[in-house]
């Protein structure tokens, strides 16, 4: 299977290049093919043209895209560049996070043992943040990252009784949409009216086509797949904070409209725990070396 990684990048140059990197750096897989194409959507001309320039000098293929300045327009783009391409699979970064490089081995790992998936949720992902939890990493810096893919997961043990099991470090992210096959997206777009929690609406979408039994749909707790910054003071998700309230109660009104409430949990979900190929440890002598933090 080829598989294309997008990093999406459409402002701050220094964590755009950080994070293609990251996804071109990825260890390598013995049967999946994965190639690295970001896919820029930016309303900032110069963002574009430096970008551009240094993927130039650094022959790594690129795709320019119209945008409106907000992420789910960005990931429809990602989504159109997918469909019109040779590739069989897609797994969408956002520009200013980076990827495990263990990315490509975990993506295949599943695939080997569960070749019928077409969309693959992570949760929970590793983060860096200005929190004050976790290890410190530099000055004000901390990495939330897991030393074991196990948490407490309610409802999903045998009678829908709580899983319990040991879980390392605190304030992780909820994770991320890691796996996309073209049959998975099939007719499918991110709303665009939706600034904030557009991958929750289109995550209803997933699940309620795999309840129907037309996709084949993953929940993985495996944290090493992706690293996310939380440090961007100009993200999209943040200059929309403001908005955030009147997000959430569009977002309240949709879901019924896509999925009966009564099965829109991830008990709905098939789960995985995979062993980690990228410890505690080694991930943060990994993000010392690479995060770029300021000491």
């Given at each position: 299977m080829n598989i294309v990684i997008c990093p999406l990048v459409s402002r701050d140059l220094e964590k755009a290049i950080r994070s293609v990197k990251s996804a071109k750096n990825i260890f390598p897989t013995k049967v999946h093919k994965f190639t690295t194409i970001p896919i820029i959507n930016s309303l900032d001309f110069?963002?574009?043209?430096d970008f551009s320039k240094w993927c130039d000098e650094n022959d790594v293929s690129y795709r320019v895209t119209e945008s409106n300045g907000t992420a789910p327009k960005g990931k429809n783009a990602v989504l159109d560049f997918f469909r019109d391409s040779?590739?069989?699979?897609?797994?969408?970064?956002?520009?200013?996070?980076?990827?495990?490089?263990?990315?490509?081995?975990q993506i295949e790992r599943h695939l080997l043992h569960h070749p019928s998936t077409?969309?693959?949720?992570?949760?929970?992902?590793d983060?860096?943040?200005?929190?004050?939890?976790?290890?410190?990493?530099?000055?004000?810096?901390?990495?939330?990252?897991w030393g074991t893919n196990f948490v407490k997961i309610p409802?999903?043990?045998?009678?829908k009784h709580d899983i319990f099991t040991i879980g390392h470090g605190s304030?992780?992210?909820?994770?991320?949409?890691i796996f996309y096959s073209k049959k998975a997206i099939e007719g499918l777009r991110y709303d665009e009216d939706q600034l904030l929690g557009e991958d929750f609406l289109l995550e209803f979408e997933f699940l309620k086509r795999h309840q129907d039994g037309k996709i084949a749909?993953?929940?993985?707790?495996?944290?090493d797949i992706q690293l996310l910054d939380r440090t961007s003071s100009n993200s999209i998700q943040r200059v929309n904070y403001d908005k955030g309230r009147e997000c959430f109660e569009r977002l309240m009104k949709k879901v019924p409209e896509i999925v009966s409430i009564d099965r829109s949990s991830f008990n709905e979900l098939p789960v995985e725990f995979p062993p980690l190929l990228f410890n505690y440890e080694q991930k943060i002598e990994w993000i010392i070396k690479n995060f770029g933090l300021p000491t």
């Open positions: 110069k963002f574009i043209d040779f590739f069989d699979g897609l797994s969408m970064v956002d520009g200013d996070d980076m990827c495990w490089p263990t990315r490509g081995q077409d969309v693959l949720i992570t949760k929970p992902s983060r860096v943040d200005n929190s004050g939890v976790g290890y410190k990493v530099a000055e004000g810096y901390f990495a939330n990252c409802n999903c043990g045998p009678d304030a992780t992210n909820n994770g991320g949409h749909f993953w929940l993985t707790f495996c944290s």
